[in-house]
T-cell receptor, first 114, second 113 residues
């Protein structure tokens, strides 16, 4: 357990559904991240929040909508997803948004879009 | 843009033996950090070892060590005295001035008795 908790662990949703992924950290970190992990592909950085402000949106489709109400919580709201969006979604946090800072990851949410 | 390449999709090692996982990267920056992350079946990525590019000395963490060749842009991970608990996906990662972690595609390590 690294202090980053993601819920739910597994999610199956239809293409017309709306769901949200939740990430929580109580490590006192100021930066939080969403990554997408697909089979046989490198982890893809989706969003970065630093001190609750979004600092990075890596050309992610608008059907993914992040929300960071405070430094401890990060959400990823999902709507009208496609089957190719099925993947493991990982949340991470770090002390600061700096290159030498270790990132701590959650266990991910395995998302299946049917 | 920076890229990270792991050319070994799968590796296997016998318990107590040594294995080396390869990683190469491409960058035009001179100041950066390199990492090896481990992802066990529990799916939680855990930092194994970190190397600062400005340091010539190779990083070491217990049974884990790296061979950092800056000119060749190579960053391999050596696991000594392999244990069953070392079985996992291993990801090489890079971060530079853009402060974004760029990952390779990973190497699945199997540890056999």
């Amino acid at each position: 357990e690294t202090g980053v908790t993601q819920t739910p662990r597994h999610l199956v949703m239809g293409m017309t559904n709306k769901k949200s992924l939740k990430c929580e950290q109580h490590l006192g970190h100021n930066a939080m991240y969403w990554y997408k992990q697909s089979a046989k592909k490198p982890l893809e950085l989706m969003f970065v929040y630093n001190f609750k402000e979004q600092t990075e949106n890596n050309s992610v489709p608008s059907r993914f909508s992040p929300e960071c109400p405070n430094s401890s919580h990060l959400f990823l709201h999902l709507h009208t997803l496609q089957p190719e969006d099925s993947a493991l979604y990982l949340c991470a946090s770090s002390q600061e948004w700096e290159m030498n800072t270790e990132a701590f990851f959650g266990q991910g949410t395995r998302l299946t879009v049917v | 843009a920076q890229t990270v390449t792991q050319s070994q999709p799968e590796m296997s090692v016998q318990e107590a033996e040594t294995v080396t996982l390869s990683c190469t990267y491409d960058t035009s920056e001179s100041d950066y950090y390199l990492f090896w992350y481990k992802q066990p079946p529990s799916r939680q990525m855990i930092l194994v070892i970190r190397q600062e590019a400005y340091k010539q000395q190779n990083a070491t963490e217990n049974r884990f060590s790296v061979n950092f060749q800056k000119a060749a842009k190579s960053f391999s991970l050596k696991i000594s005295d392999s244990q069953l608990g070392d079985a996992a996906m291993y990801f090489c990662a890079y971060t530079g001035t853009a402060s974004k972690l760029t990952f390779g595609t990973g190497t699945r390590l199997q540890v056999t008795l």
